[in-house]
């Protein structure tokens, strides 16, 4: 038992300081990723663009890419996601409109202390209650994603790899060129670039290994936001769907309204929301609620196969 006691004591000091150390390293983990986008954009720029085919078609596409990546990862990193009794907004006009929502129940924090309705948690490195909350994101973003700012961090990792997807296909005559291989270029100045030749070899491989790291995080995500899951609920869900299944019965997410329905309401476009473009253009979309109500399954007014007193809380061992 003491030695339980003990361990337990000593993983949550390194949870703390892992927690001091990930705060701290977020700054130089942006400067990277705004270093490393900007470069690339330059080196696109310079040595690929020039030598795309279908100018009328492809620039407009590309320019639309770049100008979506970088927006919507501006407003991911800068967007406040939703801290409890702080950036909480009213619903929109377009809001709530076409569909039923039903008032979230409301929960007290064990470590704020706020009141806080149900789908937001704590977060140990903001040390903030976040509504929507689904996970704090120090790598890409050094922020938490919540309600505020979900959309814009899945779709700046959609534009990102669709970003790097165009430079690695487009991009691979230019590292023949830079490696000194291409007999496609003769009688050109071998390169005749600003960019150094190891400087767009290097940002091109970036690119290559990034757009498919990338990729597997993104297809997660909207597989869980397919679901209607965040990541903590996906974990906590897992756990609920056990319990169910020894008494018996099914655990439903009441959130859960099929998975066009989800992607509609998550991204706020389609009946009730804003129409369909506005996810090709860089554009704020607020959500579809303030967080305090959620559309929810017909005839739920809380998930089925949950008995009261059994839901998790931020304290069971959760990622928040
Ligand atoms: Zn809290
Ligand atoms: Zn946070």
Redesign the pocket.
Known sequence: MICHAFTVRCFKRLERWADRITGAAGPFFIAFACAGIFTGLFAFQDVVAATLRWKLLSWPICLLVAANMVMHYWWACTVP?GFVGEDERPLSIRTGRYFDVTPATITTCSKCLSQRPERAHH??????C?LK?D???PVRIN??V?IHNERHFILFMTYFVLACGIFAVNGFDGVLLALGASYVYTGMDPWPYRIPQIAFILIYVLAAVLSLAVLSMLSYHLWMVMHAETSVESQDFHIYRKVAKRRGETFTNSYDLGKIRNLELFFNVGKGGYPYYTLLLPMRIPPYTDGRSWARRPGYRQHGGVREGEELTDDDGQDA
Do not use: D, L, Q, S
């Open positions: 996601p977060c140990r490195i903001c040390n903030r976040v909350y996970h704090h994101c922020a938490c919540g």
